[in-house]
């Protein structure tokens, strides 16, 4: 059964720092992409990051460049996502998700999803 599985998220100050994780079950990281999404209430689901897990080639929105880092262990099937000097509007669920590529970015995929982790920036 393919599964991803998020943890990580919590609350934090303003200007701190969060790693997120996402690990796979069921199929073998190296020849597809992970994506970061994430949604804030009323908001609609963004596109954070993705890697191909092939070559390791990563994509970010502009909101977050610079800030977050993804990355991936294919030994350990896990994608990581840290993000440092966070700012109350990176307040969402963020959530992992499965695609072919990263062509698509930052348009959600429409394959598996995993449950989402809450990150709550606030003083």
């Known amino acids: 059964q393919v599964q991803l599985v998020e943890s990580g998220g919590g609350l934090v100050q303003p200007g701190g720092s969060l790693t997120l994780s996402c690990a796979a079950s069921?199929?073998?990281?190296?020849?597809?992409?992970i994506g970061w999404f994430r949604q804030a209430p009323g908001k609609e689901r963004e596109g954070v990051s993705c890697?191909?897990?092939?070559?390791?080639?990563?994509y970010y929105v502009d909101s977050v460049k610079g800030r977050f880092t993804i990355s991936r262990d294919n030994a350990k099937n896990t994608v990581y996502l840290q993000m440092n000097s966070l700012k109350p509007e990176d307040t969402a669920v963020y959530y992992c998700?499965?695609?072919?590529?990263?062509?698509?970015?930052?348009?959600?995929?429409?394959?598996?999803w995993g449950q989402g982790t809450l990150v709550t920036v606030s003083s």
């Open positions: 069921g199929f073998r990281l190296g020849y597809l992409a």
């Open positions: 890697i191909r897990t092939g070559d390791g080639s990563t």
């Open positions: 998700a499965v695609d072919t590529t990263c062509s698509n970015f930052p348009r959600p995929p429409s394959g598996v």
